[in-house]
């Protein structure tokens, strides 16, 4: 009888065990000792890291573009100004300038940096910044241009030191203004025209100049073809001499110096009177 009684009580208490765990879940220690319930947590979705990590891949570049070039006292220590992925090392590192190739007339300077490969850049590396690499010259730059990267040049001639002078699209030292053809063909650059627009018979006298030109327009017909392929737009550019070279002061289609004397009456009649109105050539 006391067996069948012991028996049924270790029952009852396995019963009463297997209830209380059911109710309570699955337990863990927390971090205070005391026991804490989980459960499933929410998904989360990727998230885009804040900055490289140990498998990201650096590749080198040249600078998104280049602002400026200062030199140093001694006139060799170069310092060069770039736009690069920014801001931070997390988006640009590794900044170097080195001298390439010297000749009598021009220092060449190659800028790169490294930055995580891949065509879509960071969300934090879609601005710019400016970073500034050195270098020292082999000698001092004196009258030499210095082109970084191939593309930007730069001359002491005419600087404000310790800045040297961004030359242009007709370089550093652009054909002086006067009656030559390689000043008449600096004159066309100065204009907003198309590529390969001709030049007509010039009228300068050092300090004004007046020339026309035209410009082809339409679809390209072969050499013969019939009205409407061989149009063209006619114009005439006054210019004015000036230290960056000839500027373009007026321009127009009426005969004489009516187009110019508008602008600028300064203009000397000479040049203009007999020059006859212009119109469209087909």
Same mark, same amino acid.
């Given at each position: 009888?006391?067996?069948?009684?012991?028996?049924?009580?270790?029952?009852?208490?396995?019963?009463?065990?297997?209830?209380?765990?059911? @109710?309570?879940? =699955?337990? $863990? *220690?927390?971090?205070?000792?005391? +026991? &804490? %319930? #989980?459960?499933?947590?929410?998904?989360?979705? !990727?998230?885009?890291?804040?900055?490289?990590?140990?498998?990201?891949?650096?590749?080198?570049?040249?600078?998104?573009?280049?602002?400026?070039?200062?030199?140093?006292?001694?006139?060799?220590?170069?310092?060069?100004?770039?736009?690069?992925?920014?801001?931070?090392?997390?988006?640009?590192?590794?900044?170097?300038?080195?001298?390439?190739?010297?000749?009598?007339?021009?220092?060449?300077?190659?800028?790169?940096?490294?930055?995580? @490969?891949?065509? =879509?850049? $960071? *969300?934090?590396?879609?601005?710019? +910044? &400016? %970073? #500034?690499?050195?270098?020292?010259?082999?000698? !001092?730059?004196?009258?030499?241009?210095?082109?970084?990267?191939?593309?930007?040049?730069?001359?002491?001639?005419?600087?404000?030191?310790?800045?040297?002078?961004?030359?242009?699209?007709?370089?550093?030292?652009?054909?002086?203004?006067?009656?030559?053809?390689?000043?008449?063909?600096?004159?066309?650059?100065?204009?907003?025209?198309?590529?390969?627009?001709?030049?007509?018979?010039?009228?300068?006298?050092?300090?004004?100049?007046?020339?026309?030109?035209?410009? $082809?327009?339409?679809?390209?017909?072969?050499?013969? %073809?019939?009205?409407?392929?061989?149009?063209?737009?006619?114009?005439?550019?006054?210019?004015?001499?000036?230290?960056?070279?000839?500027?373009?002061?007026?321009?127009?289609?009426?005969?004489?110096?009516?187009?110019?004397?508008?602008?600028?009456?300064?203009?000397?009649?000479?040049?203009?009177?007999?020059?006859?109105?212009?119109?469209?050539?087909?």
């Amino acid at each position: 009888m006391r067996r069948t009684r012991s028996l049924l009580t270790v029952v009852l208490l396995s019963a009463v065990g297997v209830l209380l765990l059911g @109710a309570c879940g =699955t337990l $863990r *220690a927390g971090s205070d000792g005391a +026991a &804490t %319930a #989980t459960g499933p947590t929410e998904p989360t979705g !990727p998230t885009e890291p804040t900055g490289p990590t140990e498998s990201t891949r650096w590749q080198t570049f040249a600078p998104i573009g280049v602002t400026a070039a200062r030199l140093a006292g001694d006139r060799r220590t170069l310092s060069v100004d770039v736009e690069v992925p920014g801001p931070g090392k997390t988006c640009a590192r590794d900044l170097k300038a080195v001298v390439t190739d010297t000749s009598d007339r021009t220092v060449w300077v190659q800028v790169t940096y490294s930055a995580p @490969a891949g065509d =879509t850049p $960071r *969300a934090d590396c879609r601005t710019t +910044a &400016t %970073a #500034t690499a050195e270098v020292r010259l082999p000698s !001092p730059l004196g009258h030499r241009v210095l082109s970084v990267d191939n593309f930007t040049a730069f001359t002491a001639d005419d600087a404000a030191p310790p800045h040297l002078r961004l030359c242009g699209e007709l370089g550093c030292h652009p054909a002086p203004t006067g009656c030559t053809p390689a000043s008449y063909d600096q004159a066309v650059t100065a204009l907003d025209v198309p590529n390969h627009t001709s030049r007509g018979d010039e009228h300068c006298d050092g300090k004004w100049l007046v020339f026309d030109v035209s410009s $082809r327009m339409g679809p390209a017909c072969p050499e013969g %073809a019939g009205p409407g392929c061989g149009a063209s737009l006619d114009d005439r550019w006054f210019f004015r001499a000036e230290k960056s070279g000839w500027n373009p002061i007026a321009r127009g289609t009426k005969g004489g110096c009516t187009d110019v004397h508008a602008i600028e009456p300064a203009f000397p009649s000479a040049l203009c009177a007999g020059l006859p109105p212009l119109k469209r050539s087909n």
